[in-house]
Nanobody, 123 residues
């Protein structure tokens, strides 16, 4: 089992940057694909980015492509989401998730979830 804990959220002005971190417990972190999702009240959880077990493959939602970068450090059991050029519409609770080899962009493909970190972008 994997336990995930996000950090790094906060309040930032439009155009600014934030770096989210997600620390995983356990010794099997490198066996999981990792994803970032976000959710706003009344809406379904939305895919943001995913990264493969070794970090060699990444995939992004069109809405964040070229602005956000997902990365991972398997030695530190941590996945990151660097968010640049933030927009008010990026405001959401951001969740990291761990899944199997074939986890991609759907929430139901992931097995473990963190509790989320709030990101608020002011205009």
């Amino acid at each position: 089992q994997v336990q995930l804990a996000e950090s790094g959220g906060g309040l930032v002005q439009a155009g600014g940057s934030l770096r989210l971190s997600c620390a995983a417990s356990g010794r099997t972190f490198s066996r999981y694909a990792m994803g970032w999702f976000r959710q706003t009240p009344g809406k379904e959880r939305e895919f943001v980015a995913t990264i493969s077990l070794s970090g060699g493959v990444t995939y992004y939602a069109d809405s964040v492509k070229a602005r956000f970068t997902i990365s991972r450090d398997n030695a530190r059991n941590t996945v990151y989401l660097q968010m640049n050029s933030l927009k008010p519409e990026d405001t959401a609770v951001y969740y990291c998730a761990a899944g199997g080899l074939r986890s991609w962009s759907r929430p139901d493909e992931y097995d473990y979830w963190g509790q989320g970190t709030q990101v608020t972008v002011s205009s």
